[in-house]
């Protein structure tokens, strides 16, 4: 069976469909696909969703622009997804490293002056190793700190070998842990938070039924050999543009300065 977790593998591509629904582009050299999904179709969450293409361009620069018109104003909670301990797993917590927590330091006199933006951040880490459903989990921080908006940033699932590690999506309908995989979890999303949900992630896994076309390999996912050097790559990435996006009066330089290893 197929899995995959891209609205890009839905049949919305192709057809009338496109047309009418979705708009392709390019910013900074990225190519990039921007698509509202209407109500009663059945193979994604209605809502927006941006694809971006890693292989050329200023993929960061065009990442950090699109973030911008999906986050709001006021505090944000950026939640990283996924088990350390399995590197395919893992760009949700180490994209964590490049995002600079910021809202200890709103006490400051600059902080304001400066237009700084309250930023928290937490490892969500996966049920199976807290016990805890991670979206209650998030939900109840969100909660307990008053961020206006989070940021979920996972690994996700394909369905076609040539999208692993080369697509970014972005979207305003939050997501469902480990659906790529057949593994649901509570979903992650505007209800279950309380607040809007931005969701960001990459395809790092495909299910070896849809490279084989086979029926009887017991659920086996398959990684790229690289995917240690990719998930480095892609977390850098990915936790940059976050904070360039969430606090643009900063520049890069900056927040580097401020990201504690």
Request: glycine share 12%; aromatic share 4%; with cysteine.
């Amino acid at each position: 069976m197929r899995r995959s977790d891209l609205l890009y593998e839905t049949s919305l591509f192709g057809g009338q469909n496109d047309a009418s629904y979705v708009h392709r582009g390019e910013k900074h050299g990225t190519r990039y696909i921007e698509a509202k999904v209407p109500e009663g179709f059945r193979e994604a969450v209605p809502g927006h969703y941006v694809t971006l293409f890693t292989e050329t361009g200023n993929t960061g620069d065009c990442l950090t622009e699109f973030l911008g018109n999906f986050i709001g104003e006021g505090s944000v909670l950026v939640a990283g997804l996924g088990n350390a301990n399995i590197c395919s797993d893992s760009l949700g917590v180490n994209a964590l490293r490049y995002v600079p927590a910021t809202a200890h330091l709103s006490g400051h006199s600059d902080f304001n002056e400066l237009g700084l933006r309250s930023v928290y951040v937490q490892e969500a880490g996966v049920t199976g190793r807290t016990g805890i459903e991670t979206s209650d989990g998030i939900a109840c921080m969100a909660g307990y700190v008053g961020a206006a908006s989070v940021i979920v940033i996972d690994s996700l699932a394909c369905a076609d070998t040539e999208r692993l590690c080369n697509i970014i999506q972005i979207t305003d309908t939050g997501i469902a842990p480990g659906s790529g995989i057949g593994n649901d979890r509570k979903a992650i999303n505007h209800k279950t938070a309380g607040v809007p949900v931005i969701a960001i992630g990459v395809p790092t896994v495909i299910d070896l039924d849809s490279i084989t076309g086979a029926e009887n390999t017991h659920g086996l996912m398959v990684t790229p050999r690289s995917i240690d050097i990719e998930i480095r790559r892609l977390a850098e990435l990915i936790g940059v543009s976050v904070s360039r996006a969430l606090n643009p009066v900063l520049s890069e330089e900056e927040i580097r300065s401020l990201i504690i290893s």
